[in-house]
């Protein structure tokens, strides 16, 4: 199981950390991503780490703003976004990937979702 937290409302430029705890299996042994649903929009991927956390992958949207990490010990992966614009508004999920090598930049790759957090950003 997977529970995404810390989204809410921001005012462009701030900054939000989001969680995804899991549960149920290790995140150390799990490939992480991070996707993003804006209204009347698909889902996208933001970032994604692998099992290691040796290969990171940023789409050009959100590079040089955000960083995808994960603590072990809290068995939680972690989406941090700077300087936030209002087309970062959406649902933020968190994804875990238990096969394969690497990370995967399509919903089809994972095997497990969590069921979201909002993030807008808004005067």
């Known amino acids: 199981q997977l529970v995404e937290s810390g989204g809410g409302l921001v005012q462009p430029g701030g900054s939000v950390r989001l969680s995804c705890a899991v549960s149920g299996f290790s995140v150390e042994q799990t490939a992480i991503g991070w996707f993003r649903q804006a209204p009347g929009k698909d889902r996208e991927v933001v970032s994604c780490m692998d099992k290691v956390g040796h290969h990171t992958f940023y789409s050009e949207s959100v590079k040089g703003r955000v960083t995808i990490s994960r603590d072990n010990a809290k068995n939680t992966a972690y989406l941090q976004i700077n300087s936030l614009k209002p087309e970062d508004t959406g649902v933020y999920y968190c994804?875990?990937?238990?096969?394969?090598?690497?990370?995967?930049?399509?919903?089809?790759?994972?095997?497990?979702w969590g069921q979201g957090t909002q993030v807008t950003v808004s005067p």
């Open positions: 994804a875990g990937g238990t096969l394969g090598s690497g990370c995967g930049i399509v919903r089809a790759w994972y095997d497990y």
